[in-house]
């Protein structure tokens, strides 16, 4: 169970911890300690076949430390060996419509603004390529994929699409394209600087390869004080200036920096340049930044004051609980909030995780359809950009809890 170190000591809510590297900028002398967890899962989307090997899941601490001289916030307790993207890993978001209109419009805004049609694309981290076949279907282009967590043969694959199931290295440099690909997926790694690094060694000698990458966005997860997005496979969090300073310091020129999906994401577009010009005024944010990291330890706390004080209510009227929702949000919010036992099923819409466990929790994953005989009384909806979806598909099912969200549900004064 995870253990939230967010009590007050007569202290700085943000602790300076100097000697911690920033990933990014490589400064170590004003690093802050915003937020500490023990024990927390060591991957959250992982399908896991039963309640006795969720309950012994590998854990690791989480440390997120922030530096306020390029914005970036990483674990500094990250161990890249207890985490695995192999066999298991099943992220997929394409059952929803609401997901997949958003996908669906990145894509095409990326084939017309960069003049894409019949080109060719990589992506890095492409999962089981879902996008990469969408832009390249939209787009009739030819495209290249690497992800250790993708399954060869699970599919035939169109003609111009080959996926490597492994890492995208210095082996796979210079490359030969019009576009490169990189969703949710930097936020995973550790070493932010040798990352992009990499990235602008596949330009080579060519100046045609552009840059399109989507990570999180920091600066709603200070904002709302959500705990739940905050899990250890994400070794980096950004801002809009964290990313598009890491971005410029590896040689790149910011060509657009923009927050989607309901301001949870960050994209950003990019090109080679040994003389890059300003960054976009959206990266002017670390006087913003500053402010909401030392609010955050208690931002969080009331959160999570909240939400406990919620469950023993709803406990002790005797109410019925659901999540809908199994991925790392869920598996965030039900190990720090205390005992998943309050919760009577946790939903989800994608069939290849129905039917398997939560990391340390050990919830079961169950299909919508279970709510008809479980009738809870309350369902929290985990993404609230999902909450009209859900909604009408509960009301579909002649169900009418109260629903909620996480980040839409009052926050408590924290307990002292």
Not at 91 to 100: E, I, R
Not at 299 to 317: E, V
Request: aromatic share 8%.
């Amino acid at each position: 169970m995870t253990s939230a170190n967010i009590t007050k000591d007569g202290e700085a809510s943000a602790k300076s911890t100097p000697g911690t590297i920033c990933p990014s900028c490589d400064q170590s002398g004003n690093t802050l300690s915003i937020y500490d967890l023990t024990c927390i899962p060591a991957q959250s989307t992982l399908l896991l076949p039963d309640r006795a090997t969720a309950l012994g899941f590998p854990t690791g601490d989480m440390a997120l430390c922030w530096c306020p001289e390029c914005g970036l916030a990483f674990n500094a307790r990250f161990d890249l060996a207890r985490v695995d993207y192999g066999t298991g890993y099943e992220d997929a978001q394409g059952g929803s419509p609401t997901f997949n209109a958003f996908v669906s419009d990145l894509a095409q805004g990326w084939i017309d603004r960069f003049d894409l049609k019949g080109g060719h694309l990589i992506e890095i981290g492409c999962g089981k390529g879902d996008f990469l076949r969408m832009i390249c279907a939209q787009g009739s282009c030819s495209g290249t994929g690497y992800d250790p967590a993708y399954v060869p043969g699970h599919s035939p694959e169109p003609d111009g699409l080959t996926f490597h199931a492994k890492d995208f290295t210095k082996a796979h440099v210079p490359v030969d394209a019009d576009f490169m690909i990189c969703r949710h997926t930097l936020e995973h790694i550790g070493d932010v600087a040798g990352f992009l690094n990499l990235m602008r060694q596949a330009v080579g000698d060519g100046a045609r390869l552009r840059f399109g990458v989507e990570v999180p966005d920091l600066r709603r997860i200070l904002i709302e004080g959500a705990f739940w997005d905050i899990y250890y496979e994400h070794a980096s969090y950004f801002t809009a200036g964290s990313l598009a300073r890491a971005f410029r310091q590896a040689g790149f020129n910011v060509i657009d920096l923009r927050r989607v999906y309901g301001e949870q994401y960050l994209i950003i577009e990019a090109v080679v340049s040994d003389q890059p010009p300003p960054l976009p005024e959206l990266a002017n944010d670390l006087g913003e930044t500053t402010k909401l990291v030392a609010e955050f330890r208690d931002t969080a706390r009331a959160r999570i004051d909240g939400w406990r004080q919620r469950f023993a209510a709803w406990c002790s009227a005797g109410q019925r609980v659901a999540l809908w929702g199994s991925g790392s949000k869920a598996v965030g919010f039900l190990t720090t909030v205390g005992d998943p036992r309050i919760v009577s099923c946790v939903v989800d819409i994608n069939p290849a995780r129905q039917g398997h466990y939560m990391p340390c929790c050990a919830a079961p994953i169950v299909a919508p359809e279970v709510l008809t005989a479980e009738r809870p009384d309350v369902v929290i909806v985990m993404n609230s950009i999902y909450r009209d979806e859900i909604a009408a598909q509960i009301a579909s099912m002649q169900l009418s809890p109260e629903i909620l969200t996480t980040d839409t549900a009052p926050k408590m004064e924290p307990t002292q």
